[in-house]
């Protein structure tokens, strides 16, 4: 039976760390992971793949790439993965556990998912917590403004989005829905009310083009995920960031999965015990300004306002269902592009 333990991992970064005790070398073992490219990658190399190698013997193998590709893979894979970790979205992850693509979380088996905020492992692992808010120009809302004071007529046709289908448009459409007192089940009033803004000044493809315009005044306001704009705020001094209270920020966060049947569960079980854990947790809140969902992970005050971490502002996030809004997006493409494009 295997032991679990904590022991100093003496490696080349030189980091303790809790890890499985391993009654066997796992030398000339390659672990699979699939994940995002840039700083995601490098802090997962950092604090995990690199622990995760010097104290098993073990190789850990990225595959970069967008969650849309991974869960294709598990897809054609299904009989046969050759993937052993991968990162999605939450909107992908209670499916993909439904269509036995990956395995359901176990705390027995990864034990920093008991320290996971309470309810945020749906499906997977729930890695990190970001939250749709409001990029604003400062230069025309004087105070972080409520989602409300978007309606506010002088802004009308002054709004960017992201394409759609994304998850800061479904969002968007949530937040309309609740301002009217209904959700996402009812789209009728949720486009209905999110006409009513005008068509957006700018669709964007990248973040500096949106903020550039927006640092301008060109633009009022866009829905974005926190982590990427609030990185960016010290670029753009005309910007700033709000997290609305009424209704709180949507929540979106990203997901760690074992892959179903995959070639090594036990390393697989052990990478994410290390994503999961304080000192992974940690670095993404300070380098990346994703929430930890580690409740153990203790941040400065500066640090903390940068990012979802209380246990207040965790009750404030607005949860969406998202295998019905999955479900209707073939449809709200057509209704996105006609009522609030107006294509």
């Known amino acids: 039976m295997k032991r679990f333990a904590c ?14 005790a391993f009654a066997q070398d796992y030398s000339g073992h390659t672990l699979v992971v699939g994940t995002w490219g840039g700083d995601i990658e490098r802090l997962l190399r950092e604090h995990v793949a690199g622990p995760l190698e010097a ?11 967008g969650s849309g590709d991974r869960l294709s893979k598990m897809v054609a894979e299904r009989n046969n993965p050759t993937m052993d970790v991968t990162f999605q979205n939450i909107y992908e992850a209670p499916a993909a556990l439904k269509d036995g693509l990956v395995m359901a979380p176990d705390a027995s088996k990864v034990a920093n998912a008991a320290d996971v905020w309470p309810g945020m492992n749906d499906g997977c692992y729930a ?17 972080p403004p409520e989602w409300s004071e978007l309606w506010n007529p002088e802004f009308k046709g002054k709004m960017a989005y992201a394409p759609y289908p994304s998850s800061e448009g479904d969002g968007m459409l949530a937040v309309a829905a609740r301002i009217e007192g209904v959700n996402e089940h009812d789209p009728d009033v949720a486009f209905a009310k999110l006409a009513e803004l ?8 990248s973040l500096d083009e949106v903020l550039s315009l927006m640092d301008a005044g ?19 001094e005309g910007i700033g960031f709000a997290f609305p209270k009424d209704p709180g920020p949507v929540l979106v966060r990203d997901m760690v999965c074992q892959v ?21 947790q940690t670095a993404y809140a ?7 969902t580690n409740s153990k992970v203790v941040l400065t005050d500066e640090e903390a306002a940068r990012v979802i971490n209380t246990p207040e502002e965790v009750a404030s996030l607005l949860q969406l269902d998202w295998p019905y809004v999955i479900s209707q997006r073939s449809d709200w493409t057509d209704r996105w592009n006609k009522q609030i494009l107006g294509q």
Request: proline letters at 7%; aromatic letters at 10%; glycine letters at 8%.
């Open 127 to 143: 890695m990190s917590l970001v939250g749709l808010g409001i990029a604003y120009s400062k230069a025309l809302f004087p105070q």
């Open 260 to 280: 179903a049947n995959s070639p090594e569960p036990e390393l697989a079980q052990m990478f994410i015990n290390l994503a999961l854990g304080v000192e992974n």
């Open 198 to 205: 005008g068509a957006p000044a700018l669709t964007y493809s």
């Open 286 to 292: 300070k380098e990346l300004n994703f929430g930890p």
């Open 55 to 65: 104290s098993t013997g073990a190789k850990v193998e990225f595959l970069l790439g």
């Open 218 to 236: 060109e633009i009022a306001a866009a829905p974005m995920i926190s982590g990427y704009v609030i990185s960016n705020l010290e670029n753009y």
């Open 7 to 20: 022991y100093a991992a003496v490696t080349a970064v030189s980091l303790f760390t809790c890890l499985p």
